[in-house]
């Protein structure tokens, strides 16, 4: 590079300095600070040592590169074994199209996490009981001494089902995400600023509370090991065992929220904490010793995977505080938020009893609505005073937008409230940005944007209120925008890895997924669900260029793809009853969710054309991961073959003309092919996935998207993204724009327009008639953000077309706004856009990252009089100028605009007319 700067941005396992990662061979990954025009990485050369100081050449002591040929910048570790809980400190640095070298980049680090089961030798401990009680909580502790300073001190920590751990009195980590005993995540917390010399404390308050939607049963039990390097060379390990204290927690045997998450409403009694508890010199005489189940590994928890995401908390005050009667306060935070309440008292009354009630939406007297839009969850808290000040927090999150305290025996102001909300730590919760001329449209992006975040906990949860389960659409759903509003990329990859084990938990003989992973009712299967899988690894592959989880993924893509195969009909090409969600309302294809979001597609029928089309696109995408993978011809062959026999028989039993039907009948009551009867039901969803998935002849493509967008808005929030896709790939960016805009029509405006601050789980929550049915509908369900990836790719124009961001396609709609801009994160950095349509004129303005390439479509069907950058002009008479801009590679006149090849770099462009 013109400067020599060196690669900025180092990330290993996509994260900055991690500690605690479980992989041997992680992926490093970085970008350069150039503003260069074309600037492209040719080769690279990384150093990884075990200090800083041997990050040279000459005495990198763990692995060298030497210089490798390759744009791609990123590159799998492969030298010496790892050394489980050990730091590795790394640097890179690379030659650019000119041949210049870089200077080595500041040095970056990871470490390791605990391996295998001989890493460990703590054992997992709990307070002894009669018997496990829903909904326990209980303290555990221990003291010790350390004689020297500390350098370096880890704690390895994991509890059923979840902790908050203490060092001196400070929280200092909340854990983990959930999952089965025989695979139970650990964490990896930094403790060199909690740890001094001297008197030390160490403790936790874990939870456990049975199964639930999301939560296997498994047992409590806790687990902890301290290692502490000492700035003398010496080492101490400290670990859970009979040494260790344990009592009771202040939290009241209480009844559940609801039988699906299976939480007790929390009721917590001041009077009984142990003020203290976790500094030294607490007096635990009182407390009993713990039960040692047994030094791990010991049933149930077979295994211990180190956990390599992390969960962020923040405050969030109150936008008003009302007192709508003399003893009850209304607190409003805004939106709704995923997070827990604190109320700070000031002067506490022993023994006086305060009740607080979270919730989603007011009573027309003011009060918190315990019944609209709690989705059937008891959301009530109490709280008992002790003398003095305290505070109340309790331990598990909802979805809460409103807050009402009852008789808390003193005026409250809006400093003693707040609510602490929680998210999956991402790299920048603002990196994707959207402005234009349209102000519903801006806010529809913030909603989503807003639901991903919040929506995205311990798993991708469907909702942080009734079920928090991981279910596989939901996650499929959310994942789209999470790496594409904040470049998150590790809960993804828990998630995909999460699903790909549930696989090979309950399903490996038939090549499925459970429906939610994990979860506490066991083995069920929704089909759509699993045919939607390998749609989602190529999606996050294009966006995270994580090759490794591609590989892991491949052999259950092609157990997918035989499932589908083994649903085909001979005669017909048609997957006809395709197994899956016995017993319940899944049966043979859920086709959207709830109910009433389906429209009226008519299920009944042996060959649905929702499921066939996820099907045949579920062969696609095995391909595309074939073909990215470099599997033999036979293997893609395989999957192009039998989707080309499902695309057919499609085309010539599901279609009619501009319209496809919902289904259709292969099998006659003898069991023997037959001419097909079919459903005289046209749904949107049934024409929808055809277009988004390019299965639609091309004589047909311009009527099937003209019905399909005089259609309105007729798929739920679950499944809108293929009606989205399909107005994207035919082209049709003001049909979005008025989906997205109709306050009176169902869809993101009317949820806006009524004063929903997140999105639903069906546009019917306020309308859904018996009031029963709607009681139990989310508003609170972050499937439905996916419309801000569509206004990102149809109205602001950006589409990744290869792995890890290194092609892009930057296409403005030629209707529908007048103007837009906004920021995409990328791999490779983030691309800017800004165009306006200013009558016979539209202006550009592009940045492409450094790295990547990218076509730019100027918008326009007719000769342009001009086209310019910077000023320069582009095409003359008949053909593109022979001199062209720095960065510039070729202009092409297309039938959709002029087609402008660029590199790296920023760019003006403007279209006359």
Not at 460 to 477: C, H, I, S, Y
Request: with cysteine.
């Amino acid at each position: 590079m013109a400067d020599a700067s060196p690669p900025i941005g180092l990330r290993t396992a996509y994260a900055v300095d991690p500690i605690g990662i479980g992989e041997r061979e992680p992926t490093l990954r970085w970008r350069a600070p150039t503003d260069r025009r074309g600037a492209s990485q040719t080769a690279f050369r990384v150093l990884v040592a075990t200090s800083p100081d041997r990050l040279s050449p000459e005495r990198a002591d763990v692995w060298d590169t030497g210089k490798r040929r390759s744009e791609r910048p990123a590159v799998r570790y492969d030298g010496p074994e790892l050394e489980a809980g050990e730091a590795y400190y790394w640097t890179v640095r690379v030659w650019e199209d000119h041949g210049e070298a870089s200077a080595w980049s500041e040095p970056a680090s990871w470490e390791t996490a605990l391996f295998d089961a001989d890493d460990w030798s703590a054992s997992w401990i709990r307070r002894p009981t009669d018997g496990f009680e829903r909904g326990e909580f209980s303290y555990v502790r221990r003291e010790f001494a350390l004689d020297g300073e500390v350098e370096r001190a880890r704690a390895y920590v994991s509890a059923s089902h979840q902790y908050a751990l203490s060092v001196n009195g400070e929280t200092v980590d909340r854990g983990q995400s959930f999952s089965y005993p025989d695979f139970q995540y650990y964490k990896t917390v930094a403790l060199d600023d909690a740890l001094s010399e001297g008197d030390n404390a160490v403790g936790a308050l874990y939870n456990w509370n049975g199964e639930g939607q999301g939560r296997p049963e498994a047992e409590p039990g806790f687990v902890a090991q301290l290692e502490i390097e000492f700035a003398d060379g010496r080492e101490r390990v400290i670990t859970t065992d009979g040494e260790w204290q344990t009592r009771p927690a202040e939290w009241v045997s209480a009844p559940l929220r609801n039988e699906e998450i299976a939480e007790p409403v929390e009721t917590i009694d001041g009077r009984v904490v142990p003020h203290g508890w976790a500094e030294a010199g607490f007096d635990d005489a009182a407390w009993d010793p713990v039960e040692v189940v047994g030094a791990h590994p010991t049933d149930p928890w077979e295994r211990l995977i180190a956990q390599d995401r992390e969960r962020v908390h923040h405050r969030v005050d109150p936008e008003s505080v009302e007192r709508v009667d003399e003893d009850t306060y209304v607190v409003d935070f805004g939106k709704v938020y995923t997070g827990v309440p604190r109320v700070a008292f000031a002067d506490g009354s022993d023994g006086r009893r305060v009740k607080l009630l979270a919730g989603y939406r007011l009573t027309a007297e003011g009060y918190v609505d315990d019944t609209e839009g709690t989705q059937w969850t008891d959301m009530r808290y109490e709280y008992v005073q002790r003398d003095g000040e305290q505070a109340f927090r309790p331990f598990n999150y909802l979805g809460v937008r409103y807050l009402q305290i009852e008789d808390p025996g003193e005026d409250l102001d809006s400093d003693q409230i707040s609510l602490v909300a929680s998210h999956n730590e991402v790299p920048d919760a603002r990196a994707a940005t959207f402005e234009c001329d349209d102000e519903t449209v801006e806010d529809v992006f913030g909603l989503a944007r807003h639901s991903a975040l919040y929506g995205s906990q311990e798993q991708f949860v469907d909702t942080p209120t009734r079920e928090k389960g991981q279910f596989l659409a939901d996650a499929f759903n959310v994942s789209a925008v999470t790496t594409r509003a904040f470049r998150e990329r590790r809960l993804s990859r828990q998630a995909i890895r999460e699903f790909l084990r549930s696989h090979y938990r309950y399903w490996a003989p038939e090549g499925r997924f459970n429906a939610v992973y994990p979860n506490g009712d066991g083995k069920r299967d929704i089909p759509d669900f699993t045919v939607t899988f390998p749609q989602w690894l190529h999606e996050y592959y294009r966006e995270s260029d994580d090759r490794a989880t591609l590989e892991r993924a491949y052999p259950v893509v092609r157990a997918v793809a035989d499932y589908v195969v083994e649903h085909v009909d001979e005669e017909t090409g048609l997957v006809t009853r395709l197994s899956g969600g016995e017993g319940g309302p899944y049966h043979e294809g859920i086709v959207d969710w709830p109910p009433e979001m389906r429209y009226g597609y008519d299920r009944d029928w042996p060959a649905r054309t929702t499921v066939n089309v996820l099907c045949a696109n579920a062969l696609d995408r095995a391909a595309d991961v074939a073909a990215e993978l470099d599997r033999p011809d036979a293997e893609r062959a395989y999957y192009d073959e039998n989707r080309d026999a499902i695309e057919a028989g499609i085309d010539e039993h599901l279609r009619e003309g501009d319209r496809y039907v919902d289904g259709a009948d292969p099998i006659d009551e003898d069991g023997i092919s037959d001419a097909l009867p079919a459903s005289d039901h046209s749904s949107q969803h049934a024409s929808a996935l055809p277009l988004a998935t390019g299965l639609v002849p091309d004589d047909q493509v311009e009527n099937v998207a003209d019905r399909v967008a005089a259609g309105g808005m007729r798929m739920g929030p679950m499944m809108v993204r293929w009606l989205l896709d399909a107005l994207d790939r035919t082209d049709r960016p003001a049909a979005m724009v008025d989906l997205l805009t109709d306050a009176d029509a169902d869809g993101w405006a009317n949820i806006l327009d009524v004063g929903g601050t997140f999105t639903w789980e069906t546009w019917h929550c306020r309308t859904l008639e018996p009031a029963d049915e709607r009681h139990n509908r989310s508003e609170s369900h972050a499937m439905g953000a996916t419309v801000l990836t569509s206004i990102q790719r149809t109205l602001l124009g950006v589409h990744v077309t290869s792995p890890g961001a290194a092609t892009l396609e930057v296409a403005p709609p030629a209707e529908g706004l007048s103007e837009a801009s906004g920021r995409v994160p990328t791999e490779r950095g983030p691309v800017s856009v800004d165009w306006e349509r200013d009558g016979d004129a539209f202006a550009l303005d592009v940045t492409v990252p450094w790295n990547a390439t990218a076509t730019v479509v100027l918008p326009g069907d007719g000769e342009p009089e001009s086209v310019t950058e910077d000023g320069t002009p582009l095409l003359g008479v008949d053909e593109p100028v022979a001199d062209l801009p720095e960065g510039v590679e070729s202009v092409e006149r297309r039938k959709d605009g002029v087609a402008v090849e660029v590199g790296a770099g920023s760019y003006s462009f403007e279209r006359r007319e």
